[in-house]
């Protein structure tokens, strides 16, 4: 069966710099689109980029264009975001996703910005 499983988040000071990693299996990884998304408190789960196969496109949310970064690693079954700048308001449990024949999510990794 799928399963997706992040890791990589933490406690980081505003400005500091993380990077999520999610291992993915159960499927053909290198065919299927995969997505971040994140989840704050009291807020609906909300989009952050997605990369598609074989890496020949990505997209990122407005709000975290040009500090965050989506890659895959197909020989690894892993997609990684790169989060450069953090702010507080980037506070927030962190899932990956993608859709093989319905939705997938992990069970999610905590990212927490704070002085």
């Known amino acids: 069966q799928v399963q997706l499983v992040e890791s990589g988040g933490g406690l980081v000071q505003p400005g500091g710099s993380l990077r999520l990693s999610c291992v993915a299996s159960g499927f053909s990884f290198s065919t299927y689109g995969m997505n971040w998304y994140r989840q704050a408190p009291g807020r609906e789960r909300e989009w952050v980029a997605s990369?598609?196969?074989?890496?020949?496109?990505?997209t990122n949310a407005v709000s975290v264009k040009g500090r965050f970064t989506i890659s895959r690693d197909n020989a690894k079954n892993t997609v990684y975001l790169q989060m450069n700048s953090l702010e507080v308001e980037d506070t927030a449990v962190y899932y990956c996703h993608t859709y093989v024949g319905r939705a997938h999510w992990g069970q999610g990794t905590q990212v927490t910005v704070s002085s």
């Open positions: 990369i598609s196969t074989f890496s020949l496109g990505t």
